[in-house]
């Protein structure tokens, strides 16, 4: 669908730089004041600079504040955080050991990062926002809608962390789950200790009962999922974190076509793994329907163009993040979809902060707009000559720059690397916050593995378009280390989303151009031949769906944190993947 396009600000007038300044400052000083007076501002060697500054003045002066913040607080990462976050994982933790550990009194939950490249995830302790922030709609657990909303989640905790009260005789349970679960429990009230008392519970306008969210098993979750969802008619909405992943989603429901329809006109559930205790509640919510099972069995399983319409005709949207390594799935979603639907990004953040949301005035898929809602978002140049630690503000930014963000945020980090890359397509006219567009992480590893610095972008939009050329569409794809000949290369490893085409042999050629075409540094090393044409095998059917069910049980972790990372340096991963190869192109 076309988009409505608001024309952006090449650079900010001297009013408007002036009023973002002044929110920014603002919203600057509610993050830090409160948050200096916690263990880890207190105590962490690289904030020294900063306390000794705050101490020879006038720490109720605001201007002197933000001006010590601005000139003694240093870029961190992760490492002066994790002795702090330790202390939430020590046998026994005390109230008094981690109250105030990064701002003010207990977090409500802690973030994990999404552990695609590495075995053991990020933590970073969450806590209630002020209450004039609670009140947003990205606070409220589910996002209204006109019908229903299909957006299958879990609740599978990855660990539940017990912190003994200061009164010695009761504990407090924290969640140790992904972002987006432990703002829905926040939103929605829902602590661990009674997740089994909410067993008959079905929340207005999702298709799913609750009790769906407690299934531990990956398989069965998205099958009972799609079971209520097609017996509902009402759909409007379709919700997943990563695009790619209603793709496999779609990969069970073809698979189990016959048995769910039948389910439905029976009004019975199937015969599903590790259900347990949970099948009588969802029992008493699904009530035979044969009219339903009739008018599927019409359509079909999910292969026509437009099939999610036939299904749901009162079918609206799509929202997924559609941008790195879900982009290979975008042309399967949009075929199955259908061309009336509109699809959307969620917005841009991660497990640290959330840094923009979408511009709906801009493109949906890409534009974002800065927001501050968990915190500051400040900025490195990636190109400058400058020194690498010299941070810049959003009125700072220069139209088609190329940027690191980093945050300050409302649960305690202190100019924190993102180590992701954006650029700024232009500003605001309304209120001057950047418009950016996401483009790569900021990783040197890619450079030393493979002799050549293709960024993760260009690495998928070369697939992409050469799928697009003469693949076909894709369920989705990884990279490894080619190293059966000298040079090495890139090794990409395809799932088809249906036949291959029969100019296929055409897709090396074309994703070699296409990757000499997007990076400099690529031709440069292909010509000192220190690199190699890339390469291109087709693995079985669903290879990614089995990946994301082995992630999801093996580090008992949720859907929504399983990533399929765009290059895999996991040795026994790579041999996983390989094994799974049925042809090279």
Excluded at 202 to 224: C, D, H, Q
């Amino acid at each position: 669908m076309s988009h409505r396009q608001t024309v952006l600000l090449d650079s900010l007038s001297t009013e408007l730089s002036q009023q973002l300044k002044d929110c920014i400052d603002k919203i600057l000083l509610e993050i830090i004041q409160p948050n200096f007076a916690s263990q880890f501002a207190q105590g962490a060697p690289e904030l020294a600079g900063f306390r000794e500054a705050i101490a020879q003045s006038d720490s109720k002066d605001d201007i002197n504040f933000l001006r010590s913040f601005r000139e003694f607080i240093p870029i961190t990462n992760y490492e002066p955080y994790r002795p702090f976050i330790a202390k939430f994982l020590a046998t026994p933790c005390m109230e008094a050991d981690v109250k105030n550990m990064f701002a003010p009194g207990l977090p409500y939950f802690l973030a994990m990062t999404s552990m695609a490249s590495r075995n053991v995830p990020k933590l970073f302790p969450k806590y209630r926002p002020p209450p004039h922030l609670l009140q947003q709609s990205s606070y409220q657990g589910f996002f209204p809608s006109d019908g229903t909303t299909l957006a299958p989640f879990s609740l599978r905790d990855w660990q539940v962390l017990k912190i003994g009260c200061e009164d010695g005789q009761s504990s407090k349970d924290v969640a140790v789950c992904s972002t987006s679960i432990g703002i829905l429990r926040m939103g929605m009230n829902w602590d661990v200790e009674h997740d089994k008392d909410r067993l008959d519970l079905w929340v207005p306008g999702r298709t799913e009962p609750y009790a769906i969210s407690l299934v531990k098993n990956y398989r069965t979750l998205f099958i009972l999922n799609a079971l209520f969802a097609l017996a509902d008619r009402r759909v409007t909405t379709i919700r997943f974190l990563f695009a790619n992943v209603f793709v496999i989603f779609l990969q069970y429901v073809e698979d189990e076509w016959t048995s769910l329809v039948e389910c439905i006109e029976k009004g019975i559930i199937p015969d599903v793994e590790d259900l347990g205790d949970l099948r009588a509640p969802l029992e008493r919510h699904l009530t035979p329907d044969p009219v339903r099972a009739a008018e599927l069995r019409e359509i079909g399983p999910p292969i026509i163009q437009g099939w999610a319409v036939c299904v749901w005709r009162d079918l609206k949207q799509f929202v997924g993040i559609t941008g790195g390594q879900a982009a290979a799935s975008v042309p399967k979603i949009a075929h199955l979809l259908g061309p009336s639907i509109t699809i959307k990004s969620h917005g841009y953040g991660s497990a640290e902060c959330g840094l923009a949301r979408v511009y709906p005035e801009g493109n949906p898929n890409t534009d974002f707009k800065v927001t501050f809602r968990d915190g500051v978002v400040e900025f490195l140049d990636v190109r400058s000559n400058e020194p690498s630690d010299r941070v810049l503000s959003a009125w700072e930014l220069v139209t088609g720059g190329h940027y690191e963000p980093v945050v300050t945020t409302r649960n305690g980090l202190w100019r924190y690397r993102v180590a992701d890359v954006i650029t700024v397509k232009g500003f605001a006219p309304d209120d001057g916050l950047p418009i950016i567009n996401y483009l790569h992480r900021r990783d040197d590893s890619l450079g030393v593995a493979f002799g050549a610095s293709c960024t993760e972008s260009q690495l998928t939009d070369a697939i992409v378009s050469a799928a697009q050329q003469s693949i076909g569409r894709i369920v989705s794809f990884t990279i490894v280390l080619d190293d059966r000949d000298k040079p090495v290369t890139y090794g990409y490893l395809v799932e088809l989303a249906g036949e291959l085409r029969q100019d296929a042999r055409m897709a090396v050629n074309q994703l070699f151009e296409n990757l000499i075409s997007a990076s400099d540094d690529y031709r440069l090393v292909v010509w000192q031949g220190k690199s190699r044409k890339p390469t291109i095998r087709i693995v079985n059917k669903g290879t990614f769906a089995e990946y994301h069910r082995q992630k999801c049980e093996q580090t008992k972790i949720t859907v929504s944190q399983v990533k399929v990372p765009v290059v895999v340096f996991d040795p026994a991963m790579k041999e996983w993947l390989l094994e799974r190869v049925i042809t090279e192109l």
